[in-house]
């Protein structure tokens, strides 16, 4: 076999290939080992020749294996492998653009037609894709008349180098069409307030959630106006009002790849003055009392501005306040008003009031008057002294079981026994205060020491068995004082009770003496001391002369007394010798 091995068809068009072969005699020629496309036939010629003809039919397209033999009678027959490809027509892919140039957003249709090449005939069916560069963005499905179309609005802003490629089907082949440039410039955007302004915005009030979109759908940027600095702020989409005016809100968008910045829009409104309130942050004391703790008040106003505090009216005799601190001087109800009047942003605040009860106060009793150290009988008295916390008048009085040692009249404390004085100090309290409870200061007094005064004059010209003398003296604790005769003094004088004799001529001494008792000491002894000169006598005749004495008669006794009582001595006078 003499002819090439292999030949070619198109599906839809006419083929033919001659097989040829030399040999004696000519040999006939058929062929084996695979089945025809359909519209194909071979037929042998009768020459050593024969012709594979025909129009291949739709789906045909395939590489076919078969075997060629010549035989013509003389071993061995001469074989050939031999193909016959089927391929589809080829095809011719054109594209266009229905907007060129566009911008970013707009749809843009891109139209591929699909023909074959000629002399083909036909039309092509199945799938176009549609390539920007490498990448497929779309595909389309061809029509009775060969057109496939893709529309998009995606394509960013750029140059885009768009090619249709057909993928071919049973009939006809792949094809790819030539670049269209399709350029994609930035679009125009606008922006839109979603939001409605707020009506009645006050200062410090509800907030505003602020909304706007671009037609981009980019995110719009906010901003408050510069105008409007003092009258508004934002965070994030939040706006608060912060003083009284007009709040402009600024919207932009500033465009990207693909969007020119949008035309700056506002969105403005009336902002008036807030309203305000009052709230206490300190808790009112659970109980207060008259002189106790003081309470610290606080408040804050919704605004922020500062609170002012004072005491009710009704309240005056109950509470003050001083700064922040209130301080409680009476029994009753505390009110305590707060006010905050208002400023250019903020209307006044409605009064707020805290009130708590006021109960008696506690009050203690301290003595400022320090007690005696040497306190004693009689002794210096002592003015004792003593406040009340409350400040009201303290009274005092001489505890019971110091009756008998102390005694008291105001202020002035005596002392009356040795013992320990206990003062008590007491405040009963009033419509304020409850009573004080009792304060006592308590000391010792200690026996006192005495001394001895003579109050009779001693006399002058005493003398034996003279006149009498009558001492007196007096203790200055007032106790009776003891006399006696000083033992030197023994011959001399003598006394009964208080009253000396003088027995004998020399120096009188009488002691005066006071012992002591329970509440004071024993006195120092004191003397008295005076002269005894001799006493003067005269003698009596105890007995009767005699009537009718004669001589030589009875004798006669004689007897007499001297008013000294010491004894009489009798002689004849001179006279009556003989």
């Known amino acids: 076999i003499t002819s090439a091995n292999a030949t070619t068809f198109i599906v839809g068009q006419a083929g033919t290939f001659t097989v040829t072969s030399i040999g004696v005699p000519s040999a006939a020629l058929a062929l084996s080992g695979c089945t025809l496309p359909a519209g194909v036939t071979i037929v042998d010629n009768g020459n050593g020749t024969a012709t594979l003809a025909g129009i291949p039919g739709p789906g045909t397209a395939n590489t076919y294996a078969c075997t060629l033999t010549a035989s013509n009678g003389i071993p061995p027959n001469a074989t050939q492998a031999f193909t016959l490809t089927v391929a589809n027509a080829p095809s011719t892919t054109t594209l266009t653009s229905s907007l060129n140039p566009s911008v970013f957003g707009q749809a843009v249709t891109f139209t591929a037609t699909v023909v074959p090449a000629p002399p083909g005939s036909g039309t092509p069916t199945g799938t176009v894709n549609f390539l920007d560069g490498a990448t497929n963005i779309g595909s389309g499905t061809l029509n009775g008349s060969g057109v496939a179309t893709f529309a998009t609005g995606t394509l960013s802003v750029a140059t885009h180098p768009i090619t249709a490629q057909y993928a071919g089907d ?140 004072a005491i009710d009216a009704s309240s005056a005799s109950v509470c003050s306040l001083s700064g922040s601190t209130v301080s409680f001087v009476g029994a009753g109800n505390c009110v305590i008003d707060a006010n905050q009047a208002g400023n250019a942003n903020y209307n006044a605040a409605p009064q707020a009031q805290q009130s708590f009860i006021v109960g ?16 004693v009988v009689a002794g210096p008295t002592y003015t004792v002294t003593a406040t009340a916390s409350s400040g009201l008048p303290v009274t005092f009085t001489i505890d019971a079981t110091a009756t008998s040692v102390c005694s008291i009249a105001g202020s002035t404390v005596s002392f009356t026994a040795a013992g320990t004085c206990v003062i008590d100090a007491n405040q009963a309290g009033d419509a304020n205060w409850n009573a004080a409870p009792q304060a006592a200061q308590s000391f010792t007094v200690s026996k006192n020491n005495q001394t001895i005064t003579f109050s009779s004059t001693a006399p002058v010209g005493a003398v034996v068995a003279g006149p009498t003398y009558t001492v007196t003296a007096t203790a200055s604790s007032g106790l009776t004082v003891a006399f006696s005769i000083d033992a030197s003094a023994a011959s001399v004088c003598s006394i009964a009770g208080s009253t000396v004799s003088f ?48 001589v030589g008669g009875p004798t006669y006794t004689v007897t007499a007394t001297a008013t000294s009582g010491l004894a009489v001595t009798f002689t004849i006078d001179a006279s009556a010798s003989s």
């Open 503 to 550: 027995i004998g001529a020399g120096t009188c001494v009488i002691e005066a003496n006071q012992a002591g008792d329970a509440n004071y000491n024993a006195a120092p002894q004191v003397q008295q001391s005076f002269a005894v000169g001799k006493g003067s006598q005269t003698i009596t005749f105890s007995t009767t002369a005699p009537v009718g004495a004669a």
């Open 170 to 309: 049973v009939n006809f082949g792949p094809s790819t069409s030539s670049i269209v440039n399709q350029v994609v410039n930035q679009a125009s955007q606008t922006i839109t307030f979603t939001s409605t302004a707020p009506v009645g915005a006050a200062v410090g009030g509800t907030t505003y959630t602020v909304t706007a979109t671009a037609s981009s759908g980019l995110t719009v940027a906010l901003s408050i106006d510069a105008s409007a600095a003092s009258v508004c702020s934002l965070a994030g989409s939040t706006v608060s009002f912060i003083g009284v005016g007009n709040c402009v809100i600024d919207a932009n968008q500033a465009g990207d790849a693909n969007y020119t910045p949008a035309p700056q829009v506002q969105q403005s409104f009336t902002v008036g003055k807030g309203s305000q309130t009052i709230t206490f942050t300190s808790t009112a004391p659970a109980g207060a009392a008259v002189g106790g703790s003081t309470y610290t008040v606080t408040a804050t106003a919704s605004s922020g501005l500062t609170v002012a505090l």
């Open 360 to 375: 008696k106060g506690s009050q203690t009793i301290t003595f400022t008057s320090t007690a005696p150290a040497n306190a």
